[in-house]
T-cell receptor, first 110, second 114 residues
Framework: GEDVEQSLFLSVREGDSSVINCTYT??????LYWYKQEPGAGLQLLTY?????DMKQDQRLTVLLNKKDKHLSLRIADTQTGDSAIYFC??????????FGTGTRLQVFP | EPEVTQTPSHQVTQMGQEVILRCVPI?????FYWYRQILGQKVEFLVS????????KSEIFDDQFSVERPDGSNFTLKIRSTKLEDSAMYFC????????????FGPGTRLTVL
């Protein structure tokens, strides 16, 4: 079945770039998403990319998609302490449901 | 900015009791979803709802679960007879359409079954 995998933790220094990686198995993925979850809060949509694109930039966020390798990444430039959160990768194929990864806990230290 | 709201934020119930989790989707959205996240596990899809009927459901969404849009604004998830393993964070989401629009999530309801 479909699966989405992410590394569990990432620790970066404030001001550095963060790169969070995700791999997925569903070759019929149409959209891929990045959600952010802060402690005690819901899932906040950060950005998404359509499967026929290979890059999308939105202010400090850059999404790269390698469809051949089924690899998605989220780069956060100039990472701030407020970026500390759990980041979820999710994909959607031709159905209604989103398939989520385990989430990557990003810790930003001064 | 419009957002999805959910009530209550935390629900504690005894095993075997019925619970109803409530959601108010974004007002011009037509597609509604429930997901859950058991502590330490992935967010899992439960069900999607459109035009007053279920459009897709997962294996988790068995006869103990039901969804309803009782009026023009609320979307509810009912668990008929709760089990310990139903303890999880339940997220509601909504979208304008199924194909191109993203799903916007509420803050979640933490359900604890004792």
């Amino acid at each position: 079945g479909e699966d989405v995998e992410q590394s569990l933790f990432l620790s970066v220094r404030e001001g550095d770039s963060s790169v969070i990686n995700c791999t997925y198995t569903d070759s019929s993925s149409t959209y891929l998403y990045w959600y952010k979850q802060e402690p005690g809060a819901g899932l906040q949509l950060l950005t998404y990319i359509f499967s026929n694109m290979d890059m999308k930039q939105d202010q400090r966020l850059t999404v790269l998609l390698n469809k051949k390798d089924k690899h998605l990444s989220l780069r956060i430039a100039d990472t701030q302490t407020g970026d500390s959160a759990i980041y979820f990768c999710a994909e959607r194929g031709n159905t209604d449901k989103l398939i989520f990864g385990t989430g990557t806990r990003l810790q930003v230290f001064p | 900015e419009p957002e999805v709201t959910q009530t209550p934020s935390h629900q504690v119930t005894q095993m075997g009791q019925e619970v109803i989790l409530r959601c108010v989707p974004i007002s011009n959205h037509l597609y509604f979803y429930w997901y859950r996240q058991i502590l330490g596990q992935k967010v899992e899809f439960l069900v999607s709802f459109y035009n007053n009927e279920i459009s897709e459901k997962s294996e988790i969404f068995d006869d103990q679960f039901s969804v309803e849009r009782p009026d023009g604004s609320n979307f509810t998830l009912k668990i008929r007879s709760t089990k310990l393993e139903d303890s999880a964070m339940y997220f509601c989401a909504s979208s304008r359409d199924r194909v191109t629009d993203t799903q916007y999530f509420g803050p979640g309801t933490r359900l604890t079954v004792l």
